[in-house]
């Protein structure tokens, strides 16, 4: 009984790709740079915003799965799915995406602000569209969709906790995720006549570089009545440039390396190592005084 419990766990954590939710640790930026994570009211407002996100992004992943089915079990990645590999059935998942459907619609009106509803049914369009409407398949758009997305997500963090997002914050996370989404197209060789090799490795440099520029722009502006101001700010360029440049160093390097953000964010060491040092910095300085 207990065996097929957990069988049936593996099965639909891996169908609702739980793993992506880490995505939404976008929605705690706002309340981290405003000095606030301590703040039990404002990070249950946060958590509440993450769960909404979450669960959306799992209904969107259903739906699309139901739609790819076909395609999907003639890939070799996506054949693996449960759905797709026959583990569950095509009704048993559109119920699920219904279900979710209503509770994150439901919860949102009655616990988060109209605000915050209007961006997550923003969030949950584009993810839609992203899926049916091909996009997905029709670059430039497709990256910047994928930003889109993100940006969304820092808003409704900035929404649920009523905090403003710097429009440096706001910037830099358009870039970033830019990148990020460079990174996937390059891994998955996709849209090989538009993303071609010359053409990510001109513009992931020329990105990474303005993300840099901005990074330290924006420490270099601060205010002094910002919780991140101090003197020891600046030291935290490093992490910043080492993660950059390790990142970068992949995309030239002789052996065939996997530049899927999601393979770097956990499984290589060194990358992690850096924003594991940038974080640290980044706390040390705003709460530890």
């Known amino acids: 009984m207990m065996s097929r419990f957990f069988h049936q766990t593996r099965l639909w954590s891996k ?10 640790i ?55 799915r449960p759905l797709a590999d026959g583990k569950l059935h095509t009704r048993q998942v559109a119920t699920v995406a219904i279900i979710l459907f209503i509770i994150t619609g439901t919860c949102s009106i009655s616990f988060m602000s109209e605000k915050f509803q209007l961006i997550l049914a923003f969030y949950f369009l584009l993810n839609l569209l992203y899926s049916t409407m091909r996009i997905r398949n029709t670059p430039p758009l497709d990256i910047l969709c994928i930003s889109a997305g993100f940006i969304c997500r820092v808003l409704a963090g900035s929404t649920a906790v009523d905090i403003q ?85 992949k995309f030239f390097s002789s052996e065939k390396v996997n530049t899927d953000p999601s393979f770097f964010i956990f499984h290589d060491k060194k990358f992690s190592t850096w924003i594991i040092l940038w974080i640290l910095s980044i706390f040390l300085i705003i709460y530890v005084k």
């Open 15 to 24: 169908q609702l790709r739980c793993e992506q939710w880490i995505k939404n």
């Open 26 to 80: 976008f929605i705690f930026a706002p309340l981290v740079f405003a000095g606030k994570f301590f703040s039990l009211k404002l990070l249950l407002c946060a958590g509440r915003a993450f769960c909404f996100f979450s669960l959306s992004a799992s209904c969107c992943y259903l739906l699309n799965d139901i739609l790819d089915i076909k395609d999907d079990r003639k890939d070799e990645l996506k054949k693996k």
């Open 165 to 249: 997002a710097s429009q440096w914050l706001l910037a830099m996370t358009f870039l970033l995720t830019l990148i990020l989404a460079l990174g996937k197209r390059f891994s998955e060789q996709k849209n090989q006549f538009f993303y071609t090799e010359k053409y990510i490795l001109f513009l992931l440099p020329s990105l990474c570089s303005i993300l840099l520029a901005f990074y330290t722009l924006y420490i270099v502006l601060l205010p002094p009545d910002q919780p991140l101001y101090s003197r020891w700010t600046i030291f935290t360029i490093f992490p910043v440039a080492g993660a950059i440049l390790y990142y970068i160093s």
